[in-house]
């Protein structure tokens, strides 16, 4: 079970990831990576209950904002 979970999800993840890439820009692409530690950090914060400091939380703070500028800039 174990093992098929990891193979499972790893799969489809890097499947539905590789089909992504293919179809936006590399500019995009590049810019959505960003967001990664973001939403991996919030992802902990909501499924597995961690708290963070208030530096993580700037942390996050300077990341969206800085996802916000590259959106408006085009």
Request: no cysteine; proline share 1%; aromatic share 10%.
């Amino acid at each position: 079970l174990i093992i098929w979970l990891g193979v499972a999800t790893t799969g489809l993840g890097y499947t539905f990831y590789g089909y992504g890439l293919k179809r936006v820009h590399s500019s995009t692409a590049s810019t959505l990576v960003l967001s990664e530690p973001a939403t991996a950090t919030l992802l902990s914060v909501t499924v597995l209950g961690n708290t963070l400091m208030l530096n993580s939380w700037l942390g996050i703070a300077t990341i969206i904002a800085g996802l916000i500028y590259l959106a408006m800039q085009g």
